[in-house]
């Protein structure tokens, strides 16, 4: 139930793995969108920033993204703060991160140029055998052992496993509620999405193969981004109930406005939207005979949400295929990848708590800049705030990972020493030696 990249991947490894065991299975996946239709019909509203470990993890599984999905390789970020900005650069000099359009783009796209993210996932299980169903489901319900599922047109069916990927931007979720499956849905919080026409050669000059990330004191904004595509850029707004407020106030931010070219109209948007994210999981997303997959069960914090719907697709369908597909098999093989997840979410939170008052404090937000633009100019491979804030912004590592980095002494002693002088030197220029070269700008 649900067609996003949860769900096709569940069915791609689920085919895949039945297969290689010889178990005979057959799959039918309810998906009411058309990925190939530009927004909202295809569209699953997000940012489409591919994180480098699941462009990475995907081409193991042999499953590589053509060139007309991916609209552009980032290869550095830039970060904007109202100190200054600093451009980092990918550690290993490689584009493995990927913007795509989950969809085929924007509402009001006069040319197909591009591919949709989600519709070649879609593809993938297709071949794999799957039968797409392009409808959503209506009636749900569980008797003597099998789940009956219905659609608006179709015939009631019976299934011996269902898996929800449904997302939480559905009303599925109150049918959910209603059917005897003991689900409680992820608690969401409202984020907000634009999209601007700006055309390829602008985005070259002005934004590059850089994603533009905002690091400013705006109550409530704890992340922001600009991701250049191929015609459009993408704007995304996480935090606690983004409204249109706090929308506008980070629109007319001079940081913003200075990385847009000069012309841009910020009330002119091609295509918004108000998607819900995930940001408590669902407390018990399996149940005897049902799986719940991806956002509508368990997901990262803020970040790299399709990497996990991967993990968590790969998980469930190990566990359906070389297990079972009771409660007990799910609580046994699939609730620890949920809960390595979660826990990992719980240092994330631990990590936003410290952005937060370093989006309060203008000496530590001074100290982050130039350490960062330290690094970049030197040519070491000793780049411990560069890595921290790539894996930030990427979501390429777990959390845990990021902030034991940050305990490292030699990291800490560093981050002191800097905060210490911009306590000292509170309007000295930051590395006057990158100056002009565009990579690093003071205020
Ligand atoms: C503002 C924002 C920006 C984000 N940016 C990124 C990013 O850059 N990178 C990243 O990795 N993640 C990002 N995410 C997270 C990412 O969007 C999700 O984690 C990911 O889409 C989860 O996939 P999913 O398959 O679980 O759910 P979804 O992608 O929501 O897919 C659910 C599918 O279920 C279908 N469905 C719904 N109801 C029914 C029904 N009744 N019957 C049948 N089908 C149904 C829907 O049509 C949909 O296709 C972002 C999220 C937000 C809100």
């Given amino acids: 139930m649900g067609g996003g990249p949860a769900g096709s991947l569940f069915t791609y490894f689920l085919l895949d793995m039945a297969e290689r065991v010889g178990i005979d299975l057959n799959v039918d996946v309810y998906e009411p969108r058309d990925f190939s239709r530009p927004a909202p019909h295809g569209c699953n509203m997000c940012g489409g920033i591919i994180s480098e470990s699941l462009v990475q993890n995907l081409a193991t599984e042999g499953i590589n993204l053509p060139a007309n999905i991916v609209q552009r390789g980032i290869d550095s970020y830039c970060m904007h703060m109202d100190v200054g900005e600093v451009y980092i ?235 079972g597909i009771s409660a007990e098999d799910f609580r046994s093989h699939y609730l620890p990848a949920c809960r390595k997840m979660t826990n990992d979410n719980r240092i994330g939170m631990v990590i936003f708590w410290f952005t937060k008052i370093i989006q309060r404090l203008r000496f530590v937000r001074r100290a982050i800049l130039a350490m960062a633009a330290k690094e970049q100019e030197s040519a070491d491979n000793d780049k411990a705030m560069s890595m921290v804030l790539w894996d930030m912004f990427t979501g390429s590592a777990p959390y845990r990972e990021i902030f034991l980095r940050t305990l490292h002494p030699v990291y800490l002693a560093r981050l002191f020493w800097h905060s210490f002088m911009a306590l000292i030197f509170p309007s000295r220029k930051i590395k006057p030696g990158l100056e002009g070269t565009e990579r690093v700008t003071t205020v």
Avoid at 117 to 136: N, P, Y
Wanted: charged fraction near 25%; include cysteine.
């Fill in 89 to 323: 650069d990918n550690p290993l000099f490689e584009k493995r991160i990927a913007a795509v359009y989950r969809g085929s783009g924007p509402k009001g796209i006069k040319e197909m140029k591009w591919g949709s993210f989600d519709g070649h996932l879609q593809s993938l299980s297709d071949k794999k055998g799957a039968c797409i169903i392009d409808e959503k489901v209506t009636e749900l319900r569980r008797q003597d052992g099998r789940i009956f599922i219905k659609t608006k047109t179709r015939t009631e069916q019976s299934y011996a496993l269902l898996a929800v990927a449904t997302g939480v931007n559905t009303a599925a979720l109150k049918l959910l509620q209603k059917a005897d499956l003991d689900y409680k849905p992820p608690q969401t919080t409202k984020t907000a999405i634009r999209e601007y026409l700006l055309g390829t050669e602008t985005i070259e000059k002005y934004l590059g193969t850089s994603m533009h990330v905002f690091l400013l004191d705006i109550p409530r904004l704890t992340f922001a981004a600009i991701i250049p595509k191929g015609d459009y850029v993408t704007i995304c707004l996480l935090g606690d109930k983004i409204d249109s407020e706090l929308l506008e106030t980070f629109l007319n931010a001079p940081e913003v406005k200075g990385c847009m070219p000069p012309d841009w109209q910020w009330d002119k948007p091609a295509c918004q939207c108000s998607p819900r994210m995930n940001v408590a999981p669902a407390p018990l997303p399996y149940g005897d005979q049902v799986v719940f997959l991806g956002d509508c069960g368990v997901t990262r914090l803020y970040k790299d949400g399709i990497g996990a719907a991967y993990r968590a697709a790969k998980a469930a369908a190990s566990t359906a295929v070389f297990h």
